[in-house]
Each structure stands twice: as C-alpha cells, then as structure tokens.
C-alpha cells in the first residue's frame, strides 16, 4: 500500500503519472484542507477538487484547476447581483461545492462526501482530506491577516509575507484512516507541493508527524523548489516570509525527522551534500512534468528509489 501526501497541481500532476503504474486501490491520497473556504455559502476544497478532477481526467490542464471547458454564467449573473468576481468558480464546478454543501449539510463528514464524489468520477483511489474539521491557513502580511485564498488569488500574493497561522490546528483530529493508512503503508510519497501551506498544514494536524515518524514505511519526498523558486505557486514567499531559505535543501530540512529520501532537481545538484548531511539519500531527476511521460518517469524514479533504500 502506497500513501501520498498532496497539495494542488502539482501533487495532480505527480499522481497521474503514479496511477498509470500502479493499481489505484493501491494509493490514498491524504490532501491538504487549510485552503478550504466558504464562499456563497458553500464549502469549496480546493486541494481535494484538484486531485479528484485530475485523477478523472476532467481538469482543466492548462489552469491545473477547475474543470476543462467550463463556464462561467453563473458568477458572470451573481456580478450582476453585487457580488464579487475574485475566484472563478465554474458553473460545472459549482455543481461539486452544491453537491458537497448538501451532504455536509445532511450531516456527513469531509471524507464522507469525498469518497462519494470520488466514486462518482469513477475513481478507485482511496482520497482523504487531512481532517474532517475546520482547518483553515491565514496569512498574517503588512496589509494584514488574511484566508490564504485571498492572500493567493484575489491579492495575487504581493503583500509581504509576515508569518503563516493554522487556524482550527488545536482542535483539528486527522480524518479517519489518516494514521491508520501511513501506519499500514510500505511506502509513503510526499508530493512536490508547497511545504508550509499544503505539507505542513498536513503535518501540523494532531498526530500525523509522529506517525510518520513511526511507520516503518520507505518515505520520499519530492522537492517542489527547483534553482530556488517553486515551479507555480508561491512558496518562495512563504518560505522567506517565515524566515526560510528558499532551496530544496530547506524543504529536505523541514521533512528531516521522518524522511528516508529526497527527490530533487538535477538542476539542484548542487545541493546534493547538503541534504546528505542531514542524514537523508538524494536522487537527481527532472522534477520538472510537462508531459505524461515526464510524470510517469518521475514515478517511476521514486516507485525504484522505494525498493532500494
Ligand atoms: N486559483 C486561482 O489562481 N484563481 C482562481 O480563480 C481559482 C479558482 C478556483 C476554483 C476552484 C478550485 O477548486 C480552485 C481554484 N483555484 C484558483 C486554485 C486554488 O485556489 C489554488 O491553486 C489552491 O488552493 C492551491 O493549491
């Protein structure tokens, strides 16, 4: 059994390489929920969204989010009614968050409706949110606190980052299956995805990090910084925000409890001794997936990696 941990577009990318080699039952996917928000009175999850629309093949590619070929009269009428405009919600897409609103509404849990989502895009993949409870990223910047969603897409990330919160962290207990399913496995993934606002909200949840520490499982962690800035997205400003370098080998470091073997970039070769001393193995690769074949190569990469430690 495999288990990934997974922010947005590019854990989607990562994956849909993954699933071409091995059997979906075989993976779950824990994702990220500190992106969630409540907008026109519905529960959107981003990250969750992200995956399932890419492992169904229904994403829209070019954006890495989204649903391809959807459109957008309905925002365009709630405009008319006064509303503001500032995350594209598709008409296709709002069926998902209507969906999900009415279930948890109904009283079901996160991983509840997920799993019912997922069985209706007909994926075998077993997709987790990290918790079932509220759990939401703010980001404290000189133009003040803020939801990470208005930090990232109504500001476009350019106030200055002064500090990151995990609102809910206290009380938020990992969905069901969370412990359970890194415990169980031979191998855990860490996605390339951000590491302060997608892996370390996943972390950050109540007992997940020790378990990782625990699991007997090979685990591998793909950078998602490449020469010193993310591929998309934007954890250089987190991270230098925080007061972090922004590297790889600063990613490696912030996993170096647990982490077995760190993927990184062969542009990063540079910063292979470094990671090394932390007592972690590195492989160089092409990180960068532009092609399914780059995707299913990079699997592959970490699916050899597994078998040789
Ligand atoms: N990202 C944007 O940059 N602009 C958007 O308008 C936007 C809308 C959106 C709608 C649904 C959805 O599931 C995701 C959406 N995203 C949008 C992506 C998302 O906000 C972020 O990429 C993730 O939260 C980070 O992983």
Redesign the pocket.
Known sequence: MITALA???GAAKFLSGLIKIVPEEELTVIV?TG?DMELFGLH???????IT?TLAGIVDEE????IKGDTFNCLEMLEKYGYEK?????DK?LA??IHRTILLKKGLTLSQVTKDICRRLGLKVNILPMTDDKFETWIETDAGLMH??EY??KRGARDRVLGVKYVGVESAKPAEGVIESILRSSLIIICP??PI??IGTILSVKGVREALRKSHARKIAISPIISGAPL??PADKLMSGLGLEVSAFSVAYLYRDFLNVFILDQLDRGEKERIESLGIRTILTNTIMKTLEDKVNLAKVVLEASKSI
């Open positions: 922010g947005g577009v990220n992106d959107i999850s981003p990250d969750l969204d992200i629309y954006k890495g989010w989204g500032w995350f594209n919600l598709g897409d998902t968050h990470f969603q990232l897409v995805s951000n606002v997608s998309k997205g």
